[in-house]
């Protein structure tokens, strides 16, 4: 579910009046099948009815019971809701201040080599944005654990809402616009102190540096504190090319998309 956000907010954030159009201008699909993920491993563990998730920034430990329990040091002051469906089997649901987030539903193979994560990521809006995608498994989980638990690593999207994979962008020269179907814009001075992201209420903000003629580098703020940078440079007429950084989890993604 947040690599949905991760891809949306962290390219948030471009109107003069420039002669001539800038590369970058104009609508935007993230190719998911040509994403590559961080081969860093994502580790969790289910055992004894507790839920640890050493590698989630903040790590954290909460009963799985069902129950909303808060996620001490999370920036967006998230709660967690972690439920065992079964023995291949458990659910996941977020909120933020009380407000509903988003959910998951983790499922182990009959082999136990690859996990299947179907999740819905609840926008500020009310947008509903639906993706399936596939884990692959490093290394098991303790003797005795749930099947979910142990070493993984992101395989791939299996599918993803289209409107959450679209952006637009506008370089006038000395501010950079960014808006999505999802809700999420912003108007950013190149260059310049950090914004507000519209439609983000959590107060995340955007700054946006120009580091070529047709390279950006967009970083995402909380609270004063950088949460992500993205670099997107435009290969060509129909191409532009993405890596972000997480900072909190040390995560790099790369993206690829193609204009509409």
């Known amino acids: 579910m947040y690599i949905i956000k991760t891809v949306l907010m962290a390219t948030a954030g471009a109107l003069a009046t420039p002669a001539l159009a800038a ?3 104009g609508t935007w699909l993230v ?5 590559q993920y961080s081969a860093k491993p994502k580790m969790r563990a289910l055992a004894s009815g507790i839920y640890n998730c050493s590698t989630c920034a903040p790590a954290f430990s909460v009963p799985a019971d069902g129950k909303f329990h808060a996620i001490k040091g999370s920036p967006y002051g998230t709660e967690i809701a972690v439920k065992v469906i079964d023995a291949k089997s458990v659910a996941y649901e977020y909120r933020a201040k009380g407000k509903p987030t988003g959910s998951d539903i983790g499922t182990v193979s009959a082999d136990g080599k690859s996990m299947v994560w179907s999740s819905k990521a ?4 009310g947008t509903v944005v639906a993706s399936e995608s596939t884990d692959v498994r490093l290394a098991p989980g303790p003797k005795g654990s749930h099947a979910i638990s142990g070493s993984w690593r992101t395989g791939k999207a299996n599918s993803i809402d289209a409107k959450a994979l679209t952006v637009s962008f ?3 020269g000395t501010m950079f616009h960014t808006s999505q179907p999802t809700g999420y814009s912003s108007v950013a001075p190149i260059g310049g102190k950090p914004v ?3 439609g983000d209420s959590s107060g995340t903000m955007v700054s946006v540096r120009r580091v070529g003629p047709t390279t950006y580098v967009t970083t995402n703020w909380l609270k004063g504190k ?15 090319s993405a890596v972000n950084e997480d ?3 040390g995560r790099v993604t790369r993206y690829t998309a193609t204009k509409q």
């Open 23 to 25: 590369p970058i201008d």
């Open 31 to 35: 190719d998911m099948k040509a994403t």
């Open 247 to 249: 900072k909190m989890t």
């Open 122 to 125: 609840i926008e500020d809006n």
């Open 196 to 198: 507000p992201i519209i």
């Open 226 to 240: 950088q949460l992500s940078a993205m670099t997107i440079h435009v290969v060509n007429s129909t191409t532009i």
């Open 170 to 172: 506008k370089d006038t």
